[in-house]
């Protein structure tokens, strides 16, 4: 009787019958490999370690044909487009970040939950409860930060080399939709840790929505994009939709559209080596052609090694993603500013109308610079033929610093020197001179900032801060009253025992009332200093 | 690599470098030292997590503390007294050690922890419990229909349970140099008055007052002779609103009638509070120990101090 499964019908037991244990497990080991690399054998792969030419026909081009992810690179560069210039890989590296944001992301995301009642203390379990959870958040923020930075610099280089140009005009339409949608990421992903510093800097942003004109059309918007008139719950749960869902799938979407179409084109050569008005990308000669398997691939992991090990020590030793206090929003922090990035739209804003300035003008840019290639069809790419493009992107690029700039408190913001001193010494939402003193030398007593220098010893962290207060008093003193100034001005610095391992330092400031005279007006403000608050003297 | 080698020659290292790429074999030692440097960095990050972990959630809860510390004061202190020693007649003292060894719970009846009844009594608030206590404690949390958040709940809590640690075996705040200095009063210090309370005599002459220190005791910016802040602000504004007992903006000009002078009056109305009752707040009872707490000199400088308001 014939058995329907005999063992010995099965490939590998086959060919150890036909041709020894050795070299059956061999040819099957490499029958594996071929398989998992879509067409490369064990041979193929020593070959490209050991840096050897290839063999014709190529067989490092089959992954390309055959592989999903591989059939999304090109089989073979021009040499004139391998090193770091013209594209400083930085394409490359804002994939990169895309995938580092969702894998950190993905961490964080299982200990969020999107309520205003429990983000706040997600965020606190993440940071003192999960291992490895502040240095994820830190890497997601960093890397956040850092993409914006990315992208606009992809930008800018593609801009400068002109390299938006016949035909690639759509590939730089759908990259302006992908600098939006970092953007976007950045912004929605700034609300999550619900504290003073997302929630605020979120309003200011948010605000813009609502002056959207009409007012109809204003007032819808708002409601769509907050789910209330004001930032709330419906808001954050919103706000979160959008960064872990709508946009990863829009930006997916676009990141392969983007990639298809390099691949369509090729990538633009640098302009010197193109004759005006040429395009040769796509027809690469055989002897500049650099292989992507190995050598563009090594390049590429070693650049994402490099690139997360510089994440890395910064995250390590230069920078802890900020956590303000819990949302407030009956409590405006004094000096709100909105995130970096937006920071020129709130410069605008101080210049005029919130319609025209936060809306208008920021949407006829953004579309101006999608449609950009569709009327710049001047044919030259030499940097010496666009002499007045390039001051152009120039004059951009200072306008966007000097508007950012404008839009720190820096410039334009007027408030009483009295809150000022109180905001240097002790920000109600950062730590600030006051709390930065070691508690231990936190001396309890009364001093009056006009006689520090006897009465508070120079070892104490105190004398600093003291120096720092005193400076300012008297240039409130001199101040004009109608500039702010506090004339007369006597401040104080109380420090007092209020509990054990809690210090109460008073900041006290009493002045000349200028509208009553005789009068004196005063402010006070109460710092509570605990021992373990502060465990390095400051952040 | 051969051909690269040779269309090299001529080229400044700067122009390689950003031209070319690097000889494979030296990508690839680069490349493998990074991620060696890599999973070094993430292993020794790895490894001091559960220190880091420690430090953070310590350093959350002072600053738990400190927020408490802050509601502690613009929300509770104008009943429950500065330091949480109480005010009589209006809410108990807070800072006691039977609150922290049981006794008060036990009385109560109390079988939960310490800080579970704490957040319950400042989150929901309780009615007047009796005629020493006619009034009520009022809704805090924004569960119950008061204005704090869950969160600010828990800050003043945290806040209020830091005073028990005063009152562990073995706790002693301080280095040295701090005793020194001139120290805030510390729950020890105040066990023993070192001073000759005025009484509540009110023929007492009084010597003459200081405004300046008269109007630190009332704000509670100087403590009183026996170490703890007076807290007149919490009750008494001086801008005519009305906190618990009536505001003393132009007291000074307020002479009720049957007194000879107005010293006298204020006199009366700190150390004898019950004496005369001013119309309309009948039935809030003021204080009745200021005269243990102050000395003739405090007295006489708050009523200096209250002279001055027109």
Sequence with gaps: ???????????????????????????????????????????????????????????????????????????????????????????????????????????????????????????????????????????????????VIIVALHMLRTYITASYKKPRQFTWATGIILLIVTLAFSYTGYLLPWDQLAYWAVTIGASMAEAAPPPVVGQFVNILLKGAPDLGAAGLLRFYLLHVFALPAIGTIFLGVHYYKVILHGHSLPPEDEKVGEDTAKRVPPDVRRYYLPDIQAAEVLWVGVTMLALIVAVIFFYDAPLENHANPLSTPLHTVAPWYFLWIQGLLKLGDKTLMGVIIPTILALSFLVMPYFDVGPFRQYGKRRIAISLSLIFITAIVILSWMGTPKFLVQTSLDQEIFFELAPSEKVGLVRAVPYDELIIGAYNVDDYETSVPRSSGLWRVMRRYSRMIEHARQTPPEQGGLPNAEAFLIVEQLQPNLKGVILRITWDDPDNPGERLSAELLVPVHRDAYPLGGE | ??????????????????????????????????????????????????????????????????????????????????????????????????????????????????????????????????????????????????????DEVEDVVNFILNWGLAYEEGYAEAPAEEAAAPAAPTPEEEEAPAFEPVGTDVTVALPEGDPARGEALFLGTESAPDGAPLGCQACHSLDGSVLVGPSLQGVASRLPEGYESIDLYLHEAIVAPSAYIVPGFEGINMPDNFGERLDAQSLADIIAFLKTQE
């Excluded at chain 1, 037991?13 to 040819?27: D, F, N, P, V, Y």
Aim: net charge negative; glycine share 8%; proline share 7%.
């Design chain 1, 1 to 147: 009787m014939q058995s329907n499964l005999d063992i010995r019908d099965f490939p590998l037991i086959k060919r150890i019958r036909e041709s020894g244990l050795q070299t059956a497990l061999l040819e099957t080991a490499d029958d594996v490999v071929q398989r998992v690399t879509a067409g490369l054998n064990i041979a193929d792969l020593r070959s490209m370690l050991r840096g050897d030419p290839p063999g014709r026909p190529n067989p490092r081009l089959r992954p390309h044909a055959d592989s999903f992810w591989m059939h999304m690179r090109p089989g073979y560069y021009n040499q004139a487009v391998t090193g770091l210039y013209p594209t400083f890989r930085l394409g490359f590296l804002s994939t990169f970040f895309f995938a580092l944001e969702g894998i950190t992301g993905l961490f964080l995301m299982v200990f969020y939950t999107p309520s205003t009642e429990y983000a706040y203390a997600d965020m606190l379990n993440i940071l003192s409860n999960v291992p490895l959870g502040q240095f994820m958040r830190d890497l997601h923020r960093l890397g956040a930060e850092a993409m």
């Design chain 2, 1 to 150: 690599m051969s051909e690269n080698v040779n269309e090299s020659r001529g080229k400044t290292l700067f122009q390689r470098l950003f031209t070319e790429l690097l000889p494979i074999e030296q990508r690839a030692l680069m490349g493998t030292l990074v991620f060696i440097a890599i999973i070094l960095a993430v292993g020794w990050v790895a490894l001091n997590e559960p220190r880091r972990m420690d430090i953070y959630t310590a350093q959350y809860e002072g600053r738990s503390i400190q927020r408490g510390a802050s509601i502690f004061v613009t929300n509770c202190s104008s009943c429950h007294g500065a330091r949480g020693e109480g005010i009589a007649g209006v809410a108990p003292a807070l800072n006691t050690p039977e609150m922290f060894d049981g006794t008060h719970l036990a009385e109560l009846g109390w079988t939960g922890t310490l800080e579970d009844y704490l957040l319950l009594t400042v989150a929901a608030g309780r009615p007047a419990r009796s005629a020493d206590w006619p009034n009520p404690m009022p809704t805090w949390s924004q569960d119950y229909g008061g204005p704090m958040r869950p």
